[in-house]
């Protein structure tokens, strides 16, 4: 039977020409109305660009034609008047004033150290001599302020801007150090939006070399409201080794894809931890982050050992990069911001 579930499914197949992304998840396609084998849709394009209308209809029409029942397919694909500005779908993207590149740090999942990374990845971006701002977008669960060792609130400027507090030689911004501790934060999509907009735009973030964006785990408001506001010039993905978080490691590739984000690479956290005898045990498996960037054709960065000293130093606010940078999981940061730096030229 054909259901409008069925046409919009069949819609996501055709992507915008020029990007990796489908019309549906650009929201280009505005209503879609069936009767006795006929198909309608109507698309509202942000461009006046003729071809790529022409292309957008082409493709569509093809696409519905051969659905099972129907008979007859008309799609309809609106314009800007001719003489406007040609747009694009991310054409309300702002660079962020003086931060040369900005990072984001992703998960599939809760729960495998993403924000342990993005903190000691910050650092050690600092350590090798890079000026680097650290923004905690995880509005629901800000647990980077804690871990850097922030307590003081962010001032405002002349120009009423948020100025953001540093840490270890790192400029921090978070919801957390806005509300008080114990306060939940009970907000719906469009609020996430606006907040995240104006961490970007907002705040007097100076000249940065890097910019790393720690997001909540998943690919909800947060993630396409930070790709839809600023470009960004790659996405890395944070995995334990294990397939259960393999597998929706895979979504968030497949996100930073769809919008025209490269990746940067897979870093495998936890993935052993050493005994006092020395006997190394691999708790969640082990290999696992490796073998997924060799199936997915990306940098494999590195792996992240299980050690005490990490956990500790999250909670007294001395990432292990800045406490003890020769130890094993200090080092193994290190490199990887190395790795992140060359690959971004």
């Not at 499914?9 to 109305?33: M, N």
């Not at 650092?123 to 509005?139: P, Q, S, W, Y």
């Amino acid at each position: 039977m054909l259901s409008q579930d069925t046409i919009l499914a069949a819609l996501k197949s055709v992507k915008y020409p020029g990007y990796s992304r489908d019309i549906i998840s650009f929201g280009l396609v505005k209503e879609v109305s069936k009767a006795n084998g006929a198909v309608s849709v109507t698309m509202q394009l942000t461009s006046p660009n003729v071809e790529a209308a022409l292309q957008i209809k082409t493709e569509s029409e093809r696409v519905l034609q051969a659905l099972p029942g129907v008979k007859q397919a008309l799609v309809e694909v609106r314009q800007p008047a001719a003489g406007q500005s040609p747009q694009s779908p991310f054409a309300n993207q702002n660079r962020v004033k003086g931060v040369k590149r900005i990072i984001a740090v992703a998960s599939g999942k809760g729960g495998v150290g993403k924000s342990t990374c993005s903190v000691n990845l910050a650092c050690a971006l600092a350590h090798l001599g890079a000026k680097v701002g650290l923004l905690d977008c995880d509005i629901y669960g800000p647990s980077i302020p804690l871990m850097m060792g922030v307590y003081e609130k962010p001032t405002v400027n002349e120009a009423e801007r948020l100025v953001p507090p540093s840490s270890h030689g790192v400029k921090v911004m978070s919801i957390g150090l806005l509300v008080t501790d114990d306060q939940p934060v009970i907000w719906r999509g469009p609020m996430i939006t606006k907040t995240i907009q104006q961490f970007l735009l907002a705040v007097e973030w100076g000249d940065l070399d890097f910019l790393l964006v720690d997001l909540p785990p998943g690919t909800g408001d947060a993630q396409l409201s930070l790709c839809q506001t600023v470009p960004l010039d790659g996405g890395v993905i944070v995995t334990t080794p294990q397939e259960a978080s393999l597998g929706v490691v895979r979504k968030g590739i497949n996100m930073f894809t769809k919008v025209n984000v490269p990746i940067l690479g897979i870093i495998e956290n936890m993935s052993y931890f050493t005994t006092p005898n020395g006997e190394r045990v691999e708790i969640f498996g082990h290999g696992g982050g490796k073998e997924e960037a060799a199936r997915q054709n990306v940098p494999f960065l590195g792996e992240i050992p299980l050690f005490t000293e990490i956990r500790e130093g999250g909670d007294r606010g001395m990432p292990i990069v800045v406490s003890t940078p020769n130890h094993a999981a200090g080092k193994a940061f290190i490199q990887i911001a190395e790795t992140v730096r060359k690959n971004l030229g």
